[in-house]
């Protein structure tokens, strides 16, 4: 499962959120939202308005640091794995 995690410059629950997918040995792509304010936007649409935004290629997002959902997203990957 590919996970892609949007951030922003100096975000610190985006921080959060990457230790905590390094620590669960999670691998993502990092997009900064920055440098793509078109997908800020698409976001916004979508109600997703706070960083991280994390999306998944098996459909599964959500926005913010929400620690349920963190836990939620490793063990997709990690079920995903076997």
Do not use: W
């Amino acid at each position: 499962m590919k996970v892609t995690v949007y951030t922003t410059p100096g975000c610190m629950s985006c921080r959060t959120l990457m230790r905590k997918l390094d620590k669960e040995q999670v691998s993502y792509d990092v997009m900064n939202l920055e440098l793509h304010p078109e997908l800020t936007e698409q976001f916004r649409e979508l109600g997703m308005t706070q960083a991280p935004i994390v999306l998944t290629s098996d459909e599964y997002s959500f926005s913010g640091f929400r620690p349920a959902k963190v836990d939620e997203l490793i063990r997709r990957v990690k079920r995903d794995r076997k």
